[in-house]
C-alpha cells in the first residue's frame, strides 16, 4: 500500500495565482480530510468528506478556498487566488470506519511569494 | 463542537527520564483518543490510541490513561531517548460511525537532551 499520496510535495507561488493541491487516498478509505498547518495556529481541519461528499467545511478559511472529490480515489484542494498568509503546509488525511485514526499524507509545503 | 485542550505547549526532559502530555475533551460523547506523533518536516503518525471502554493502554514505552468521568487523558513516556523528541499531539473523535473526524489538540514539542 503505498498510502496517502499528495502532490506537490513543494510549491512556490506569487500572490494572486491559483494554486491546486492534489490528493490520492488509501484504496478502500471512505473519509477524506485536508488540514494546514502552520507554527501559530497548529493543526487545523479544513474541509472533510465521506463516501466523496463534503461533510464539514466549517474550517475553510475563506471563500478563496474550495475542494472537490469527484471520485473515491482523488481530491483537490484549490485556492483562488493565493495570498501569502496562505503559506503553510497542507496535510491530506483519509480513514474508514474503525480504522485506528487517520493515516496522513506527506503534505504539501506551500509558499506564496 | 469538540474542544481539546493539551498541556505543555513545550517538555524539556533529560534522557532516560518520565514524560508527561496531558489533554482534556469536552464532547461526552467522544469515545475513540489517539496520539499522533511528528518529527520535524514529517506527517503526524499514530503511536498509541485507546478507546473509552479501557482506562490504561500500553506499548513498550509510551502508555496512555483515559478518565472518562474527568473527561482528560495523557500520554506517559518512560526511559526517553533523543529519538522520542518530536512534537505530540492528542486528538478526540465520536468513532464507529460512518463519518468522524478528529479533533486535534494544539501540540507538545518535546525535547530528549543528552
Known amino acids: 500500500d503505498a498510502g496517502v499520496i499528495q502532490s506537490p510535495r513543494h510549491e512556490v507561488t506569487e500572490m494572486g495565482q491559483e494554486v491546486t493541491l492534489r490528493c490520492k487516498p488509501i484504496?478502500?478509505?471512505?473519509?477524506l480530510f485536508w488540514y494546514r498547518q502552520t507554527m501559530m495556529r497548529g493543526l487545523e481541519l479544513l474541509i472533510y468528506f465521506n463516501n466523496n461528499v463534503p461533510i464539514d467545511d466549517s474550517g475553510m478559511p475563506e471563500d478563496r478556498f474550495s475542494a472537490k472529490m469527484p471520485n473515491a480515489s482523488f481530491s483537490t484542494l484549490k485556492i483562488q487566488p493565493s495570498e501569502p498568509r496562505d503559506s503553510a503546509v497542507y496535510f491530506c488525511?483519509?480513514?474508514?470506519?474503525?480504522?485506528?485514526?487517520?493515516?496522513f499524507g506527506s503534505g504539501t509545503r506551500l509558499t506564496v511569494v | 463542537g469538540e474542544n481539546v485542550e493539551q498541556h505543555p505547549s513545550t517538555l524539556s526532559v533529560q534522557e532516560g527520564d518520565s514524560a508527561v502530555i496531558k489533554c482534556t475533551y469536552s464532547d461526552s460523547a467522544s469515545n475513540y483518543f489517539p496520539w499522533y506523533k511528528q518529527e520535524l518536516g514529517k506527517r503526524p503518525q499514530l503511536i498509541i490510541d485507546?478507546?473509552?471502554?479501557?482506562g490504561e493502554k500500553k506499548d513498550q514505552r509510551i502508555a496512555v490513561t483515559l478518565n472518562k468521568t474527568a473527561k482528560h487523558f495523557s500520554l506517559h513516556i518512560t526511559e526517553t531517548q533523543p529519538e522520542d523528541s518530536a512534537v505530540y499531539f492528542c486528538?478526540?473523535?465520536?468513532?464507529?460511525?460512518?463519518?468522524?473526524?478528529?479533533?486535534f489538540g494544539t501540540g507538545t514539542r518535546l525535547q530528549v537532551t543528552l
Open positions: 485507546i478507546r473509552s471502554n479501557v
Open positions: 488525511a483519509s480513514s474508514f470506519p474503525g480504522q485506528r485514526g487517520e493515516t
Open positions: 486528538a478526540a473523535s465520536i468513532g464507529g460511525g460512518t463519518a468522524s473526524k478528529l479533533t
Open positions: 484504496s478502500g478509505h471512505n473519509s
